[in-house]
Nanobody
Framework: QVQLVESGGGLVQAGGSLRLSCAAS????????AGWFRQGQGKEREFVAA????????YYADSVKGRFTISRDNAKNTVYLQMISLKPEDTGVYYC?????????????????WGQGTQVTVSS
């Protein structure tokens, strides 16, 4: 059974930076595609970024392209989301998700495992 635990969220001013981490249990981590999603208050969960099992391929939502970077360290069973130039519209609960297969995907229904989420609040 895979468990995902996010950390690194918090309150930051617009223009600031945060680095989210997602620690995963389970011995198949290096074979699983992973992604980050977020959900603002009163909004649907939306795709942010995804990464393939090897880490070679990444994909970003247009709204975060050039500001966010997803990466992974398979030796540490951890996925990261580096966020810079944060904007108030980036505020929300950020969720780490993992697939059973190695390919990345943008649809949340393609992910079988989810973390509990970490709050990111960007003040103007």
């Amino acid at each position: 059974q895979v468990q995902l635990v996010e950390s690194g969220g918090g309150l930051v001013q617009a223009g600031g930076s945060l680095r989210l981490s997602c620690a995963a249990s389970g011995r198949t981590f290096s074979r699983n595609g992973a992604g980050w999603f977020r959900q603002g208050q009163g909004k649907e969960r939306e795709f942010v970024a995804a990464i393939s099992a090897s880490g070679v391929s990444t994909y970003y939502a247009d709204s975060v392209k050039g500001r966010f970077t997803i990466s992974r360290d398979n030796a540490k069973n951890t996925v990261y989301l580096q966020m810079i130039s944060l904007k108030p519209e980036d505020t929300g609960v950020y969720y780490c998700a993992m697939r059973r297969v190695g390919y990345m995907h943008t649809a949340p229904e393609e992910y079988e495992h989810w973390g509990q989420g970490t709050q990111v609040t960007v003040s103007s």
